[in-house]
């Protein structure tokens, strides 16, 4: 299997290390517009491999995309990380035309790949790839759910102090403020988390998992990328090895959940065809108005790419 990773930043780079330690792929390609960054980092997870022990090939192309060509899976993490005060959505003019661009060589090389977007604002940005690619809905996506229940389920292993395997979560919605999580679907164990913890306790986790990014970018003055990296490979490693993972996703929908043409957050079957189901929850009232917050947000930032795309 070959999988191309654009953009050897923090992301695309931890990606490409997971994607080559853990075996996922045979070769994969890190691409970047940095003259000879991305045959550095590819050169340097080679170089682990000794150390690691794996054989997966990585290589690094400035922005050579015939070296791309024929790849099965590719993870778009192009475009630039927020700064502290920035919301994701701030980062659209700039990153919208870099996900164009980097959308059309991919398809040009590749034009039966599955596409994972990383790039901010996700949603938006899985949106431009999409109508860039004129790909079939099922071959573009967007990465975000997996690790907003990371964060989410991170929190709540360290305030019950148990492991992280064992919680168990689904999100919907943006990649956000808006962000939807359901704690009538999160359990421990098997135990219904309401179960464990206090209403007021769990409200909080709730609230730092919406602001799961921005708490990072205020620490470190730069967006995370281990957790984003790790959750872009494990979506990697879901289509190549067929394996049918149920996992957020940021696809478009198409009448799921009554809301067509917005690309949002939904539980999803991930294998070898991408998208291969959507799921559809039976939400409460309660959660489905969360949803149309969610809904409505991004379809206003989706109206802000089609104005920058109308001018282009
Ligand atoms: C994240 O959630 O870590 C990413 O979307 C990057 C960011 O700016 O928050």
Redesign the pocket.
Known sequence: MKVTVVGAGNVGATCADVLAYREIANEIVLVDIKEGFAEGKALDIWQKSPINLYDSRTVGVTNDYSRTAGSDVVVITSGL??KPGMS?DDLISTNAGIVKSVTENVVKHSPDAIIIVVS?P?DVMTYAAHITSKLPRARVMGM?GI??TARYRAFLAEELNVSPKDIQAVLMGG?GDTMVPLPRYTTVGGIPVTELIAEDKLNAIIERTKN???E??KLMGT??WY??GSAAAQMVEAIVKDQRRVFPVCVKLEGEYGIDGVYLGVPVILGKNGIEKVLELQLNEEEKQLLEVSRGHVKDVMEVLDKINATA
Do not use: I, M, T
């Open positions: 990380p927020r994701r901010n996700l975000a690790l907003d990649h799961g990014g921005g990072l970018v967006s995370a957790a984003p």
